[in-house]
């Protein structure tokens, strides 16, 4: 079974400072790494995905991760957050033979402060 | 764009009380899923259905069912509500391919 540890439940950051938001997954087979955003009081929107080829996926709003097959990490960062940016994100994963069948992470909290 | 409405932003029952979440959704998509999020725990998966009238349990479906009558619209059901149940409920969509999931804003169910 698939499983996916987000290793801060909450980060601060000054407005402006980078941010980076750690996700860790174990599996025994290959996979697909998503990760989600949920803006207060709404549901969760997609920022990137990553499916195959280059390792390096660019997301909305100036957001990238990194998947590391070798550390099975896929972390996600921004070089300059705004304040707007305050929100929850989700690491999720899903099996290549589940579908479309996410598992997720138990979230973290970014407070972006001015 | 894909728009997934969920029937309630807030509901208040009574334990024991039977509660129906209802879910929609416009892009013609095969498949569609209930979670319920709690602080600390992410998302968990209830229930998800591939096809009209298809359901496979998720993680934790004791307590729910599910409903899938028609493409477009994904029901879940709580028979007899128990305060362990109150909880932020989402309901997502997807396509066969990999897009991802698109989800509604949430149901926020508080049983007192």
């Known amino acids: 079974a698939q499983s996916v540890t987000q290793l801060d439940s909450q980060v601060p950051v000054f407005e402006e400072a980078p941010v980076e938001l750690r996700c860790n997954y174990s599996s025994s087979v290959s996979v697909y790494l998503f990760w989600y955003v949920q803006y207060p009081n709404q549901g969760l929107q997609l920022l990137l995905k990553?499916?195959?080829?280059?390792?390096l996926v660019k997301g909305i709003n100036g957001f990238e991760a990194e998947f590391n097959k070798s550390q099975t990490s896929f972390h996600l960062r921004k070089p300059s957050v705004h304040i707007s940016d305050t929100a929850e994100y989700f690491c999720a994963v899903s099996e290549k033979a589940a579908g479309n069948k996410l598992t997720f992470g138990g979230g973290t909290r970014v407070l972006v402060k001015p | 764009d894909v728009k997934v409405t969920q029937s309630s932003r807030y509901l208040v029952k009574r334990t024991g009380e039977k509660v129906f979440l209802e879910c929609v959704q416009d892009m013609d998509h095969e498949n569609m899923f209930w979670y319920r999020q709690d602080p600390g725990l992410g998302l968990r998966l209830i229930y998800f259905?591939?096809?009209?009238?298809?359901?496979e349990k998720g993680d934790i479906p004791e307590g729910y069912s599910v409903s899938r009558e028609k493409k477009e619209r994904f029901s879940l059901i709580l028979e007899s509500t128990s305060t362990n149940q109150t909880s932020m409920y989402l309901c997502?969509?997807?396509?066969?391919?990999?897009?991802?999931?698109?989800f509604g804003p949430g149901t926020r169910l508080t049983v007192t």
């Open positions: 990553y499916l195959s080829g280059s390792t």
């Open positions: 997502a969509s997807s396509s066969r391919g990999l897009g991802g999931q698109y």
């Open positions: 259905s591939y096809d009209v009238k298809m359901k």
